[in-house]
């Protein structure tokens, strides 16, 4: 069965910086929209990056410019490199991938267990 782990979570200071990741197993992540979601505390989760097959990203607008999505295909695992870190990126991190190539189509269908970060003012 498809799996995804994330790794990579920490408590980092404001300003700080952290890069995340998710190794999957079973699941080619060149060939399917990825995506990286987060909950914070007591918040609804949210959408933070996707990549789709063709290596087109998209990004929430509160960590534009200070977030990359990326991947690896020969290690087959997708990062989430985070710089600028703020309180407001408290959060757990999870990794997510479609049945499809593209991100606007379908619903994600696997999951990771996430990875928790913690940012200090």
């Known amino acids: 069965q498809v799996q995804l782990v994330e790794s990579g979570g920490s408590s980092v200071q404001a300003g700080g910086s952290l890069r995340l990741s998710c190794a999957a197993s079973r699941l080619t992540v060149s060939l399917y929209c990825m995506g990286w979601f987060r909950q914070p505390p007591g918040k609804e989760r949210e959408e933070v990056a996707t990549?789709?097959?063709?290596?087109?990203?998209l990004y929430a607008n509160s960590v534009k410019d200070r977030f990359t999505i990326s991947r690896d295909s020969i290690k087959n695992t997708l990062y989430l490199q985070m710089n600028s870190l703020t309180p407001e990126d408290t959060a757990m991190y999870y990794c997510?991938?479609?049945?499809?190539?593209?991100?606007?189509?379908?619903?994600?269908?696997?999951w990771g267990q996430g990875t928790q970060v913690t940012v200090s003012s």
């Open positions: 997510a991938a479609k049945s499809s190539n593209m991100c606007g189509l379908g619903t994600y269908n696997y």
């Open positions: 990549i789709n097959s063709g290596g087109a990203k």
